[in-house]
């Protein structure tokens, strides 16, 4: 069964730097796409950032092009994203999850940037 595990998160002031880490337990991490994703108060969760197995292509939502980089660690089956420059409407929770996503989700991690 796979389980993913969030952490990183925390409270920011605007143009601030988070970096989020998600372990994931999963048999089949290295040849899968890997993802970020958030949910915003009141919205539906959406996709922030995906990486391929091998590295060889990154692709983002355009609210966080240039700000946002999403890496992975196979040797020890995590994925990171990096947050330069927070913006209020970053707040949110983030997952990661497979692209397309794996059955079950895990608990997030928050996300709050302050103006």
């Known amino acids: 069964q796979v389980q993913l595990s969030e952490s990183g998160g925390g409270m920011v002031q605007a143009g601030g730097f988070l970096r989020l880490s998600c372990a994931v337990t999963?048999?089949?991490?290295?040849?899968?796409?890997m993802a970020w994703f958030r949910q915003g108060p009141g919205k539906p969760r959406e996709f922030v950032a995906l990486i391929a197995p091998d590295n060889s292509r990154r692709q983002y939502a355009d609210a966080v092009k240039g700000r946002f980089t999403i890496s992975r660690d196979n040797y020890k089956n995590m994925v990171y994203l990096e947050m330069n420059t927070l913006k209020p409407e970053d707040t949110a929770i983030y997952y990661c999850n497979g692209q397309p996503p794996m059955d079950g989700w895990g608990q997030g991690t928050q996300v709050t940037v302050s103006s």
């Open positions: 999963d048999l089949s991490f290295v040849y899968r796409d």
